[in-house]
């Protein structure tokens, strides 16, 4: 579903929002799964460890 909304918006955006918009995955990828699961997201979860 992801890939389907991105390409979607490539549609319509320019180049440069939508590097902004994937170098961003992984960080709402992490906020997502800590409301999703409800689950405190620790230091060492934050920076990657």
Known sequence: MPFLLFAYAAQTLNASTLS?????????GAVIGV???KTPL???GALGY
Do not use: D, V
């Open 42 to 44: 620790t230091k060492r």
């Open 20 to 28: 902004i918009l994937n170098s961003t995955a992984a960080i709402w």
């Open 35 to 37: 409301f999703w699961t």
